[in-house]
């Protein structure tokens, strides 16, 4: 708590020794001054961290070589990418290629504002707050189309509806996981979410039945949602070169780059308030510990757990990924939903407890089981131009 | 069930990043400039020419006859005879190369130069540091690059120079017979002829 | 009439004017993106903060996309451009556009909204929207909602013939395999 209200006091003795018409201005720019500056630092360490964990993965040392343990690896990849040649293709559309990858970090940086870091510590404290961050992530898929169209090069244009395609098809269950949270919160507001989960660790919502499927479908569709791995087939490097971020180069690949870094610790971010317990500690005693501190611990491990994935998994084929979606994604959410309504009506206790977990185990399994027994091994069915000309 | 394999593959992956900390075996990576892995003797990539004894002008062994020249396939050596010949290590008066170039931009390491060459000169190298700033200067290897005594190549290919150093012990041993029986050849010559001309002076002298 | 409004207003008009004059369709229907922000700008100035987030949600995520995607799948990367300017598209379209603004002029003239003084946005805005929807306005919702259900099976079904095709031939394959046995 200390913490926080330092840096709220600190921030309204700078507001205020400003002329009275910029304290507005001021206080929007000092707000959001530390969430831009920290998260991009963080993006450069996590590039590092992710590259060092892979090659663990894979039984190598990864980058050690620039500064101590390869430290200074994210600011030689800094100089590089910007001190890089910025080739513009000559058909493209040069007005909305330059804008892409503005739009694209611009939406994923706004994702931020709403999340809460500690008590108080919201840059825009507002009722619909998930709403305002589920709206952006809507803005960047028109910014990866913009990607896409404006680079005038197929692999470009395919990615992006490629990732458009999945961006859509995951928008769903992971709005509809996060509902069944706002449903027994009841509240749209991120900071009324953290605040009901502030009693300690059995007060967070993966440790209950709707909480603990919504948080996996959540993740799940996180993943997508970003575009990693596994399902990073719009920048799939061995088919689609780099997807819709084919035809840049120097800085404007970085800015996508630092797009998707920004837009992973925003939905992990997300995940942490919504599941987590967001910045609050998970036993009363520590919560002398400031609470950015427990909500980038957990937002830390979150994209740890990002990069095991990574390193584990192969790419998604693309009807799988949709598959995956539509099949299995979809169904489990609403079922997630409704436990959680049964959550809301018999108003939490043990009896809910039960219910609502017996409904979700039931549904997966058995949901599961029928999917699983539905594709099992088929053996894969060609079609060909002159079979599907026979009349029968 | 949906899920199961995922968590099995992490947690395989999970052994590798913990493993890796723990059992240095399972980093299989060297550290190329600090470390070096000794190379394989078999190792082999690009020709030089071999000299006996401590001086490489004296001791090159190679004679400048040009076979090498001719059969490099991509043409990658470049010979000029000197006017100046110097004894081999037989004795006899050899030619020497004045210019002996080899481009290693060129050179496909095919090993035909070392299988036709009558003088056990040149050989096949194992160093691959040949990296420059310049790609042309520095990637043709005049003849005092080249030259590279037999202890060296003792060291990189052991097995090979001893079957070399044989083979030149036999020809040393070969030519010093040779040099015997030509010598006892000559000797016999020079006694039969003694004879006869001693026979012939006898006879003549049992005539008069 | 604050200048934040002046702004919004001016970048709306000048963004749907744009809409539809370029040339380009792919031009038109970003510009179009810019107007939906803009509305969703006048959205958040009357204080009405779900609507207007649910404006870009929608609007900007969803509809514009699907208005690439159609634009993308039917005329195909090169074809993106209008060639003519023809005067009977032109007007009909003025007349279109006029009857729509007279319907929906006439429609706000005559509903409660103008006797009524504008109210004052509340600050529990949100649950009040939620309860309105589902109690007074439940019947709309559905009907809507059906509305919706019934379009997507529509289009589900537009898409099955390729499936017919696709089983026909799996069972084709399968009468070639037992006659091979």
């Given at each position: 708590?200390?913490?926080?209200?330092?840096?709220?006091?600190?921030?309204?003795?700078?507001?205020?020794?400003?002329?009275?018409?910029?304290?507005?201005?001021?206080?929007?720019?000092?707000?959001?001054?530390?969430?831009?500056t920290s998260f991009g630092g963080l993006f450069a360490l996590a590039t590092l961290l992710e590259r060092k964990m892979l090659g663990r993965i894979q039984n190598r040392y990864g980058p050690n070589r620039v500064g101590p343990g390869g430290l200074l690896q994210p600011v030689a990849d800094g100089i590089k990418m910007l001190t890089k040649?910025?080739?513009?293709?000559?058909?493209?559309?040069?007005?909305?290629?330059?804008?892409?990858?503005?739009?694209?970090?611009?939406?994923?940086?706004?994702?931020?504002?709403?999340?809460?870091?500690?008590?108080?510590?919201?840059?825009?404290?507002?009722?619909?707050?998930?709403?305002?961050?589920?709206?952006?992530?809507?803005?960047?898929?028109?910014?990866?189309?913009?990607?896409?169209?404006?680079?005038?090069?197929?692999?470009?244009?395919?990615?992006?509806?490629?990732?458009?395609?999945?961006?859509?098809?995951?928008?769903?269950?992971?709005?509809?996981?996060?509902?069944?949270?706002?449903?027994?919160?009841?509240?749209?507001?991120?900071?009324?979410?953290?605040?009901?989960?502030?009693?300690?660790?059995?007060?967070?919502?993966?440790?209950?039945?709707?909480?603990?499927?919504?948080?996996?479908?959540?993740?799940?569709?996180?993943?997508?949602?970003i575009?990693r791995s596994p399902?990073d087939?719009?920048e799939?490097e061995s088919?689609?070169?780099a997807?819709?971020m084919?035809?840049?180069s120097g800085f404007?690949y970085a800015l996508f780059f630092m797009a998707e870094g920004v837009?992973m610790f925003?939905?992990c971010?997300?995940?942490?308030?919504?599941?987590?317990?967001?910045?609050?500690?998970?036993?009363?005693?520590?919560?002398?510990?400031?609470?950015?501190v427990?909500?980038f611990g957990k937002l830390t491990s979150l994209v740890l757990l990002f990069i095991w994935i990574r390193g584990t998994m192969p790419r998604?084929?693309?009807?799988?990924?949709?598959?995956?979606?539509?099949?299995?994604?979809?169904?489990?959410?609403?079922?997630?939903?409704?436990?959680?309504?049964?959550?809301?009506?018999?108003?939490?206790?043990?009896?809910?407890?039960?219910?609502?977990?017996?409904?979700?185990?039931?549904?997966?399994?058995?949901?599961?089981?029928?999917?699983?027994?539905?594709?099992?091994?088929?053996?894969?069915?060609?079609?060909?131009?002159?079979?599907?000309?026979?009349?029968? | 069930?949906?899920?199961?394999?995922?968590?099995?593959g992490m947690v395989e992956t999970a052994r590798n990043l913990t493993g890796s900390f723990h059992d240095p075996d399972r980093l299989t990576t060297v550290e190329y400039p600090e470390q070096k892995i000794p190379a394989k003797?078999?190792a082999?990539?690009?020709?030089?020419?071999?000299?006996?004894?401590?001086?490489?002008?004296?001791?090159?062994?190679?004679?400048?006859?040009?076979?090498?020249?001719?059969?490099?396939?991509?043409?990658?050596?470049?010979?000029?005879?000197?006017?100046?010949?110097?004894?081999?290590?037989?004795?006899?008066?050899?030619?020497?190369?004045?210019?002996?170039?080899?481009?290693?931009?060129?050179?496909?390491?095919?090993?035909?130069?070392?299988?036709?060459?009558?003088?056990?000169?040149?050989?096949?190298?194992n160093d691959f540091e040949y990296a420059g700033s310049?790609?042309?200067?520095?990637?043709?290897?005049?003849?005092?690059?080249?030259?590279?005594?037999?202890?060296?190549?003792?060291?990189?290919?052991?097995?090979?120079?001893?079957?070399?150093?044989?083979?030149?012990?036999?020809?040393?041993?070969?030519?010093?017979?040779?040099?015997?029986?030509?010598?006892?050849?000559?000797?016999?010559?020079?006694?039969?002829?003694?004879?006869?001309?001693?026979?012939?002076?006898?006879?003549?002298?049992?005539?008069? | 009439?604050?200048?934040?409004?002046?702004?919004?207003?001016?970048?709306?008009?000048?963004?749907?004017?744009?809409?539809?004059?370029?040339?380009?369709?792919?031009?038109?229907?970003?510009?179009?993106?810019?107007?939906?922000?803009?509305?969703?700008?006048?959205?958040?100035?009357?204080?009405?903060?779900?609507?207007?987030?649910?404006?870009?949600?929608?609007?900007?995520?969803?509809?514009?996309?699907?208005?690439?995607?159609?634009?993308?799948?039917?005329?195909?990367?090169?074809?993106?451009?209008?060639?003519?300017?023809?005067?009977?598209?032109?007007?009909?379209?003025?007349?279109?556009?006029?009857?729509?603004?007279?319907?929906?002029?006439?429609?706000?003239?005559?509903?409660?909204?103008?006797?009524?003084?504008?109210?004052?946005?509340?600050?529990?805005?949100?649950?009040?929207?939620?309860?309105?929807?589902?109690?007074?306005?439940?019947?709309?919702?559905?009907?809507?909602?059906?509305?919706?259900?019934?379009?997507?099976?529509?289009?589900?079904?537009?898409?099955?013939?390729?499936?017919?095709?696709?089983?026909?031939?799996?069972?084709?394959?399968?009468?070639?395999?037992?006659?091979?046995?």
């Amino acid at each position: 708590m200390w913490f926080e209200e330092l840096l709220i006091t600190i921030k309204y003795y700078l507001v205020l020794q400003m002329p009275g018409s910029l304290q507005p201005v001021g206080s929007a720019f000092l707000s959001s001054l530390p969430i831009m500056t920290s998260f991009g630092g963080l993006f450069a360490l996590a590039t590092l961290l992710e590259r060092k964990m892979l090659g663990r993965i894979q039984n190598r040392y990864g980058p050690n070589r620039v500064g101590p343990g390869g430290l200074l690896q994210p600011v030689a990849d800094g100089i590089k990418m910007l001190t890089k040649e910025d080739i513009v293709p000559k058909n493209a559309d040069h007005l909305i290629h330059f804008l892409a990858p503005l739009g694209l970090l611009v939406s994923a940086m706004l994702g931020l504002s709403v999340i809460p870091f500690g008590h108080r510590l919201i840059a825009l404290d507002i009722e619909t707050g998930i709403l305002f961050f589920f709206a952006m992530g809507a803005a960047s898929e028109l910014a990866i189309f913009m990607a896409g169209w404006g680079s005038r090069n197929k692999y470009a244009l395919l990615g992006a509806l490629r990732a458009i395609a999945q961006m859509i098809s995951y928008e769903i269950p992971l709005i509809l996981s996060a509902l069944s949270v706002l449903m027994v919160v009841g509240s749209l507001s991120l900071s009324d979410v953290a605040q009901a989960q502030s009693g300690g660790i059995h007060t967070w919502h993966i440790f209950t039945p709707w909480g603990f499927l919504g948080c996996i479908l959540f993740l799940i569709s996180t993943l997508a949602e970003i575009n990693r791995s596994p399902f990073d087939i719009p920048e799939a490097e061995s088919e689609l070169i780099a997807g819709h971020m084919t035809e840049y180069s120097g800085f404007k690949y970085a800015l996508f780059f630092m797009a998707e870094g920004v837009a992973m610790f925003a939905m992990c971010a997300l995940t942490a308030t919504l599941f987590l317990g967001g910045y609050h500690a998970p036993l009363p005693i520590l919560s002398f510990i400031p609470g950015p501190v427990w909500l980038f611990g957990k937002l830390t491990s979150l994209v740890l757990l990002f990069i095991w994935i990574r390193g584990t998994m192969p790419r998604l084929r693309a009807d799988q990924l949709m598959e995956f979606a539509w099949k299995f994604m979809l169904p489990m959410s609403v079922v997630n939903l409704i436990a959680a309504g049964v959550w809301v009506a018999l108003d939490g206790g043990v009896a809910a407890w039960i219910l609502s977990g017996l409904l979700n185990c039931v549904a997966y399994f058995g949901w599961s089981r029928i999917l699983s027994q539905a594709s099992r091994f088929n053996p894969r069915t060609y079609r060909y131009a002159e079979e599907a000309g026979v009349s029968k | 069930m949906i899920g199961k394999g995922i968590l099995k593959g992490m947690v395989e992956t999970a052994r590798n990043l913990t493993g890796s900390f723990h059992d240095p075996d399972r980093l299989t990576t060297v550290e190329y400039p600090e470390q070096k892995i000794p190379a394989k003797e078999n190792a082999r990539n690009f020709p030089f020419l071999i000299y006996d004894g401590d001086d490489w002008e004296a001791g090159l062994r190679c004679v400048s006859c040009q076979i090498c020249e001719k059969e490099c396939p991509p043409q990658c050596i470049y010979i000029e005879k000197d006017k100046e010949k110097k004894p081999d290590f037989l004795g006899k008066m050899q030619m020497q190369p004045k210019i002996f170039d080899i481009d290693v931009s060129v050179c496909m390491g095919c090993q035909i130069c070392v299988e036709v060459c009558p003088f056990e000169s040149i050989r096949m190298d194992n160093d691959f540091e040949y990296a420059g700033s310049d790609r042309f200067e520095s990637l043709l290897l005049t003849k005092d690059q080249l030259a590279k005594s037999n202890k060296y190549y003792h060291s990189i290919h052991p097995t090979e120079a001893q079957e070399t150093d044989e083979i030149r012990v036999q020809k040393r041993e070969d030519h010093l017979a040779k040099e015997k029986a030509k010598a006892e050849k000559l000797a016999k010559a020079k006694e039969e002829a003694a004879t006869k001309a001693a026979l012939s002076k006898a006879e003549k002298a049992k005539e008069e | 009439m604050s200048l934040f409004f002046t702004i919004t207003a001016l970048i709306t008009m000048a963004s749907a004017i744009a809409a539809m004059t370029l040339r380009n369709l792919v031009h038109c229907v970003l510009c179009l993106t810019v107007t939906f922000a803009g509305i969703a700008l006048v959205f958040l100035q009357l204080g009405a903060e779900f609507i207007g987030f649910s404006q870009i949600l929608v609007y900007i995520g969803a509809v514009s996309i699907l208005m690439l995607f159609a634009l993308l799948m039917t005329r195909g990367g090169t074809e993106l451009t209008l060639k003519r300017w023809d005067p009977v598209h032109w007007i009909t379209g003025t007349l279109i556009g006029i009857a729509g603004f007279g319907v929906m002029s006439f429609a706000i003239f005559n509903s409660s909204l103008r006797q009524s003084k504008i109210p004052e946005a509340k600050a529990d805005s949100l649950h009040a929207l939620g309860n309105s929807l589902l109690s007074q306005y439940v019947l709309p919702l559905e009907v809507m909602a059906l509305l919706l259900t019934v379009a997507l099976i529509g289009a589900a079904l537009i898409a099955l013939p390729e499936k017919k095709v696709f089983r026909r031939n799996a069972s084709f394959s399968k009468n070639q395999e037992s006659g091979n046995k």
